[in-house]
């Protein structure tokens, strides 16, 4: 497959495999906006990007996947949950609990070594404190982003690595397009997306690299 190719199978099994449900589009629809805004202020406040990231975008996005989509078998699909977490990509469930634990307990480990043994600037009031929180969770969030990039130069080749960073970046603008409609579903009582639309706009190459198993 070509780079572009890849990206679109990604973001495919990505939709068809962990967004059935529509509160957990809704969801995603409202952390997407959030890191849009994250996106602008990182060129001038990084702290409060990685406050809005973190707190806002990260939480109603994984709320979404935690809380609200099925973890029994997936009839659309034809797989179970745990062949799903065995193909992911990216961050799967588990790889999430670890990830989510590390962001936890940073406010901790900063209170017990103001300093982070020597990274940081100690913080003489609460305002610094949370500025050095939120630093700390930015470099957090892209620390993950590019070692589970350089993991998959290992795992599956360059190309898949760089497809992945590309879609992990990109996709905010990409869920703000798919799950825009996603209120509208939930308002008719439509609980559960069956991917018609979106496979059916799939080229023919890309519906038979990423077929059901």
């Known amino acids: 497959m070509t780079f572009f190719e890849e990206l679109q199978k990604q973001r495919w099994d990505d939709h068809r495999y962990y967004h059935h449900n529509r509160i957990n589009q ?3 629809l409202l952390s997407a906006s959030c890191f849009l805004v994250s996106y602008v202020l990182v060129f001038f406040h990084p702290a409060a990007a990685a406050l809005v990231g973190w707190l806002l975008a990260m939480t109603l996005r994984q709320t979404g996947h935690f809380f609200f989509e099925p973890k029994s078998y997936d009839e659309v699909n034809k797989a179970s949950h745990d062949y799903k977490e065995s193909v992911k990509v990216g ?5 999430k609990v670890v990830l989510l634990s590390i962001w936890a307990l940073t406010p901790g480990a900063i209170y017990l070594s103001p300093n982070l043994l020597g990274l940081l600037t100690p ?4 305002n610094g404190f949370v500025s050095n929180t939120a630093l700390v969770w930015l470099f957090i969030g892209l620390g ?7 993991h998959l130069f290992k795992l599956q080749g360059v190309q898949s690595g760089l497809v992945w960073m590309t879609k992990i970046l990109t996709d905010p603008f990409h869920d703000i397009k798919i799950y825009q409609k996603a ?3 939930i308002l008719k009582g439509e609980l559960y997306d069956k991917m018609e639309d979106w496979y059916e706009d799939l080229p023919l190459d890309n519906k038979s690299s990423g077929s059901v198993r």
């Open 26 to 28: 809704l969801l995603h």
């Open 91 to 95: 961050y799967n469930l588990n790889r």
């Open 123 to 126: 913080a003489k009031d609460m």
């Open 144 to 150: 993950a982003v590019l070692f589970r990039t350089v």
């Open 183 to 185: 209120p509208y579903y």
